[in-house]
């Protein structure tokens, strides 16, 4: 079965840096895409970013440009998000999606809180 697992979220101070992680486990991710999007109580699910799995191609929501960063690992199937600069408005439940193509995301991890305290 596979399943996606997000660790690294936390609280943090406006101004810090967090990293989170998502391991993929079951599968290969030769023709894959990955993602990361965020929630906040009372509001849709937003995108953040995005990788293609093989080329490595990055896409990002304009609010995140220049301080976050998506990456990726093949050998340990495990995608990543560097959060710095972070501010009061980065705090949701941050989510790991995957699927075959970007934007065309059917599996999703269980979320990870971000707190940034201003």
């Known amino acids: 079965q596979v399943q996606l697992v997000e660790s690294g979220g936390g609280l943090v101070q406006a101004g810090g840096s967090l990293r989170l992680s998502c391991a993929a486990s079951g599968r290969t991710f030769s023709s894959y895409a990955m993602g990361w999007f965020r929630q906040v109580p009372g509001k849709g699910r937003e995108f953040v970013a995005a990788i293609s799995w093989s080329a490595g191609t990055t896409y990002y929501v304009d609010s995140v440009k220049g301080r976050f960063t998506i990456s990726r690992d093949k050998a340990k199937n495990t995608v990543y998000l560097q959060m710095n600069s972070l501010k009061a408005e980065d705090t949701a439940v941050y989510y790991c999606?995957?699927?075959?193509?970007?934007?065309?995301?059917?599996?999703w991890g269980q979320g990870t809180q971000v707190t940034v305290s201003s």
């Open positions: 999606a995957g699927g075959p193509g970007i934007g065309a995301y059917d599996l």
